[in-house]
């Protein structure tokens, strides 16, 4: 059996990269939908599709691989002819959905590797790529705009496979001819000139510039969207003070708990909310202080929404202290991937002593 193609029939090459792909690509397919479907509200769902979702990515590593290789022998073989190069319309169909095929390979797995390589480590790639995740930073905006062009560009590769394959079950049933036997045993079939028309490459050319355009489109309303939802900012630093009515600190409130969530969209509105839980009693001397003689429950608790623009927003919110309830508001200044939260309140129930807040957060 001949290595190379003719202009009547498929080498072994050629029949090999094919086969191994469609392999490749009709395994990779339910894998990605099994694990977006696994629930992960246990720690085994949780397990269950990690694991899918590593062995979908390490599948789409072999087939952006295979199809780098298709591709490079392909271009450098020659195409057989179309059996009936009369029926225009079905051939430039023919073969503009197979050019389309040819770039699917690339740019579906490729979307998927740049949005594995943006998102936090959660389900890792089998397959070592040393040193390529490092070209591209780990950010959710970056993972989500990849992860819409991934997801447009599957259902173009899905369109292109369903296509390619009621084009092979049309010569196997409708037209009985020798377009399958050439790619199953490479039997040769057809006329011995091969030329092709530039049209269905330039047509493919379209339908990927397009597919790239919405991909792009669909990625950015899904980031623009996620810098619209609030995301936890982690506590790095935190100090919660309590002040006497001279101003003078009374001692640090250990036992605290800061939480603050953030979403900053592209134009810099800041939104999200601000949450602390103390036990004011937590530091040494408590019991002896005139504050806790006039408290019932020396627990403050504050909630509130946080506005602003960038640099600077705030939260203005309610703070509880045992029950007696209180106005209060935060400053937060944010400086890229950092924010400052800080200021202090009157504590409702004993208004000339206070609350002091100073803490730092990150962006994940």
């Known amino acids: 059996m001949p290595l190379s193609n003719t202009a009547t029939s498929y080498g072994v090459i050629t029949r090999t990269l094919h086969w191994l792909t469609a392999l490749v690509i009709l395994t990779a397919f339910p894998l990605g939908l099994i694990a977006n479907d696994t629930p992960t509200d246990t720690d085994a769902g949780i397990a269950q599709a990690m694991l899918l979702f590593s062995l979908h990515k390490t599948v789409g590593i072999a087939a952006f691989t295979l199809g780098l290789a298709r591709i490079t022998f392909a271009l450098a073989q020659t195409h057989p002819a179309s059996l009936y190069p009369e029926r225009r319309f079905e051939t430039a169909l023919a073969e503009t959905v197979h050019w389309t095929l040819y770039a699917a390979l690339v740019l579906v797995p490729l979307t998927g590797w740049l949005t594995h390589a943006a998102s936090p480590p959660l389900a890792p790639i089998w397959i070592p790529l ?212 800080s200021g202090s309140a009157p504590i409702p129930g004993a208004p000339d002593f206070a609350l002091s807040i100073s803490a730092t957060a990150t962006k994940p």
């Not at 946080?306 to 640099?311: E, M, N, Y």
């Not at 939260?315 to 007696?324: L, N």
């Open 130 to 341: 040393p040193g390529l995740s490092t070209l591209v930073p780990e950010s959710p905006t970056l993972a989500e705009t990849f992860a819409g062009m991934h997801w447009l560009f599957t259902r173009v590769l899905g369109v292109a496979i369903l296509l390619h394959i009621a084009g092979a079950l049309k010569h196997i049933f409708v037209d009985r001819d020798g377009v399958f036997a050439r790619m199953w045993r490479g039997t040769p079939a057809g006329r011995e000139s091969a030329v092709h028309s530039r049209t269905p490459l330039a047509a493919a050319a379209i339908i990927w510039a397009l597919s790239l355009a919405g991909g792009v489109w669909f990625g950015r309303d899904a980031a623009a969207n996620l810098s619209r939802d609030p995301v936890a900012w982690t506590i790095t630093q935190e100090r919660v003070q309590l002040l006497d009515p001279g101003g003078t600190v009374l001692g640090e409130i250990p036992a605290s708990d800061l939480s603050i969530s953030l979403a900053i969209t592209p134009e810099g509105q800041v939104s999200g909310t601000l949450g602390l839980f103390a036990a004011l009693d937590s530091f040494d001397g408590a019991g002896a202080d005139p504050l806790f003689q006039n408290l019932v429950v020396p627990i403050a608790q504050f909630n509130g929404p946080i506005s602003g623009r960038l640099p600077e927003a705030a939260a203005d919110g309610t703070f509880d202290v045992g029950g007696q309830i209180g106005e209060a508001i935060f400053a937060i200044a944010i400086d890229g991937d950092r924010a400052e939260v």
